[in-house]
């Protein structure tokens, strides 16, 4: 017997994370202003889903996020070259202090040819600018 035929995906629509809320108008902030996305819908004070056009994430307030082990390691956004990653990282290093941003890393190279890094958003979470060789711009 032979499995069924996998059904057509579009792909991965969006990812959802939940902010606590004495972080959730910092964390909107960061995403809107420092990252650039829009608010694509947002139906209450509580929710608010956003898009850069091709990406999506929605943001869900909380009254607390327990830090505990979690198996999102981070958030990876492309950009189309090496270059647009430092350029990204002299952004985000003029906008630290006044946005809660904490960078992590430098950029650097990576063994397979990717260049990124890494920042904590103001509500914790790990989130990635990289530049992969391998995917056209």
């Known amino acids: 017997m032979s499995e069924p035929s ?3 995906s579009f792909g991965l629509h969006h990812l959802a994370l939940q902010i606590a809320s004495d972080r959730y108008a910092a964390t909107l902030r960061f995403y809107r202003e420092a990252m650039g996305m829009a608010i ?9 889903y956003l898009s850069s056009g091709r990406d999506n994430l929605a943001l869900h307030r909380v009254e607390t996020v327990e ?3 979690s198996a999102l390691d981070h958030l ?3 950009v189309p070259d ?9 952004r ?12 992590l890393t430098k950029p650097r190279l990576h063994r397979d040819g990717a260049t990124s890094f890494y920042m904590l958003d103001p509500a914790g979470n790990k989130v990635q600018i990289v530049h992969i060789p391998s995917i056209p711009g």
């Open 6 to 8: 996998i059904p057509p």
């Open 40 to 48: 694509d819908w947002q139906p209450d004070e509580d929710a608010t």
């Open 67 to 69: 830090r505990r082990h």
């Open 76 to 78: 990876g956004f492309i």
């Open 82 to 90: 090496a270059a647009a990653v430092e350029a990204w990282y002299a």
């Open 92 to 103: 985000m290093s003029s906008l630290a202090d006044e946005m809660g941003i904490e960078l």
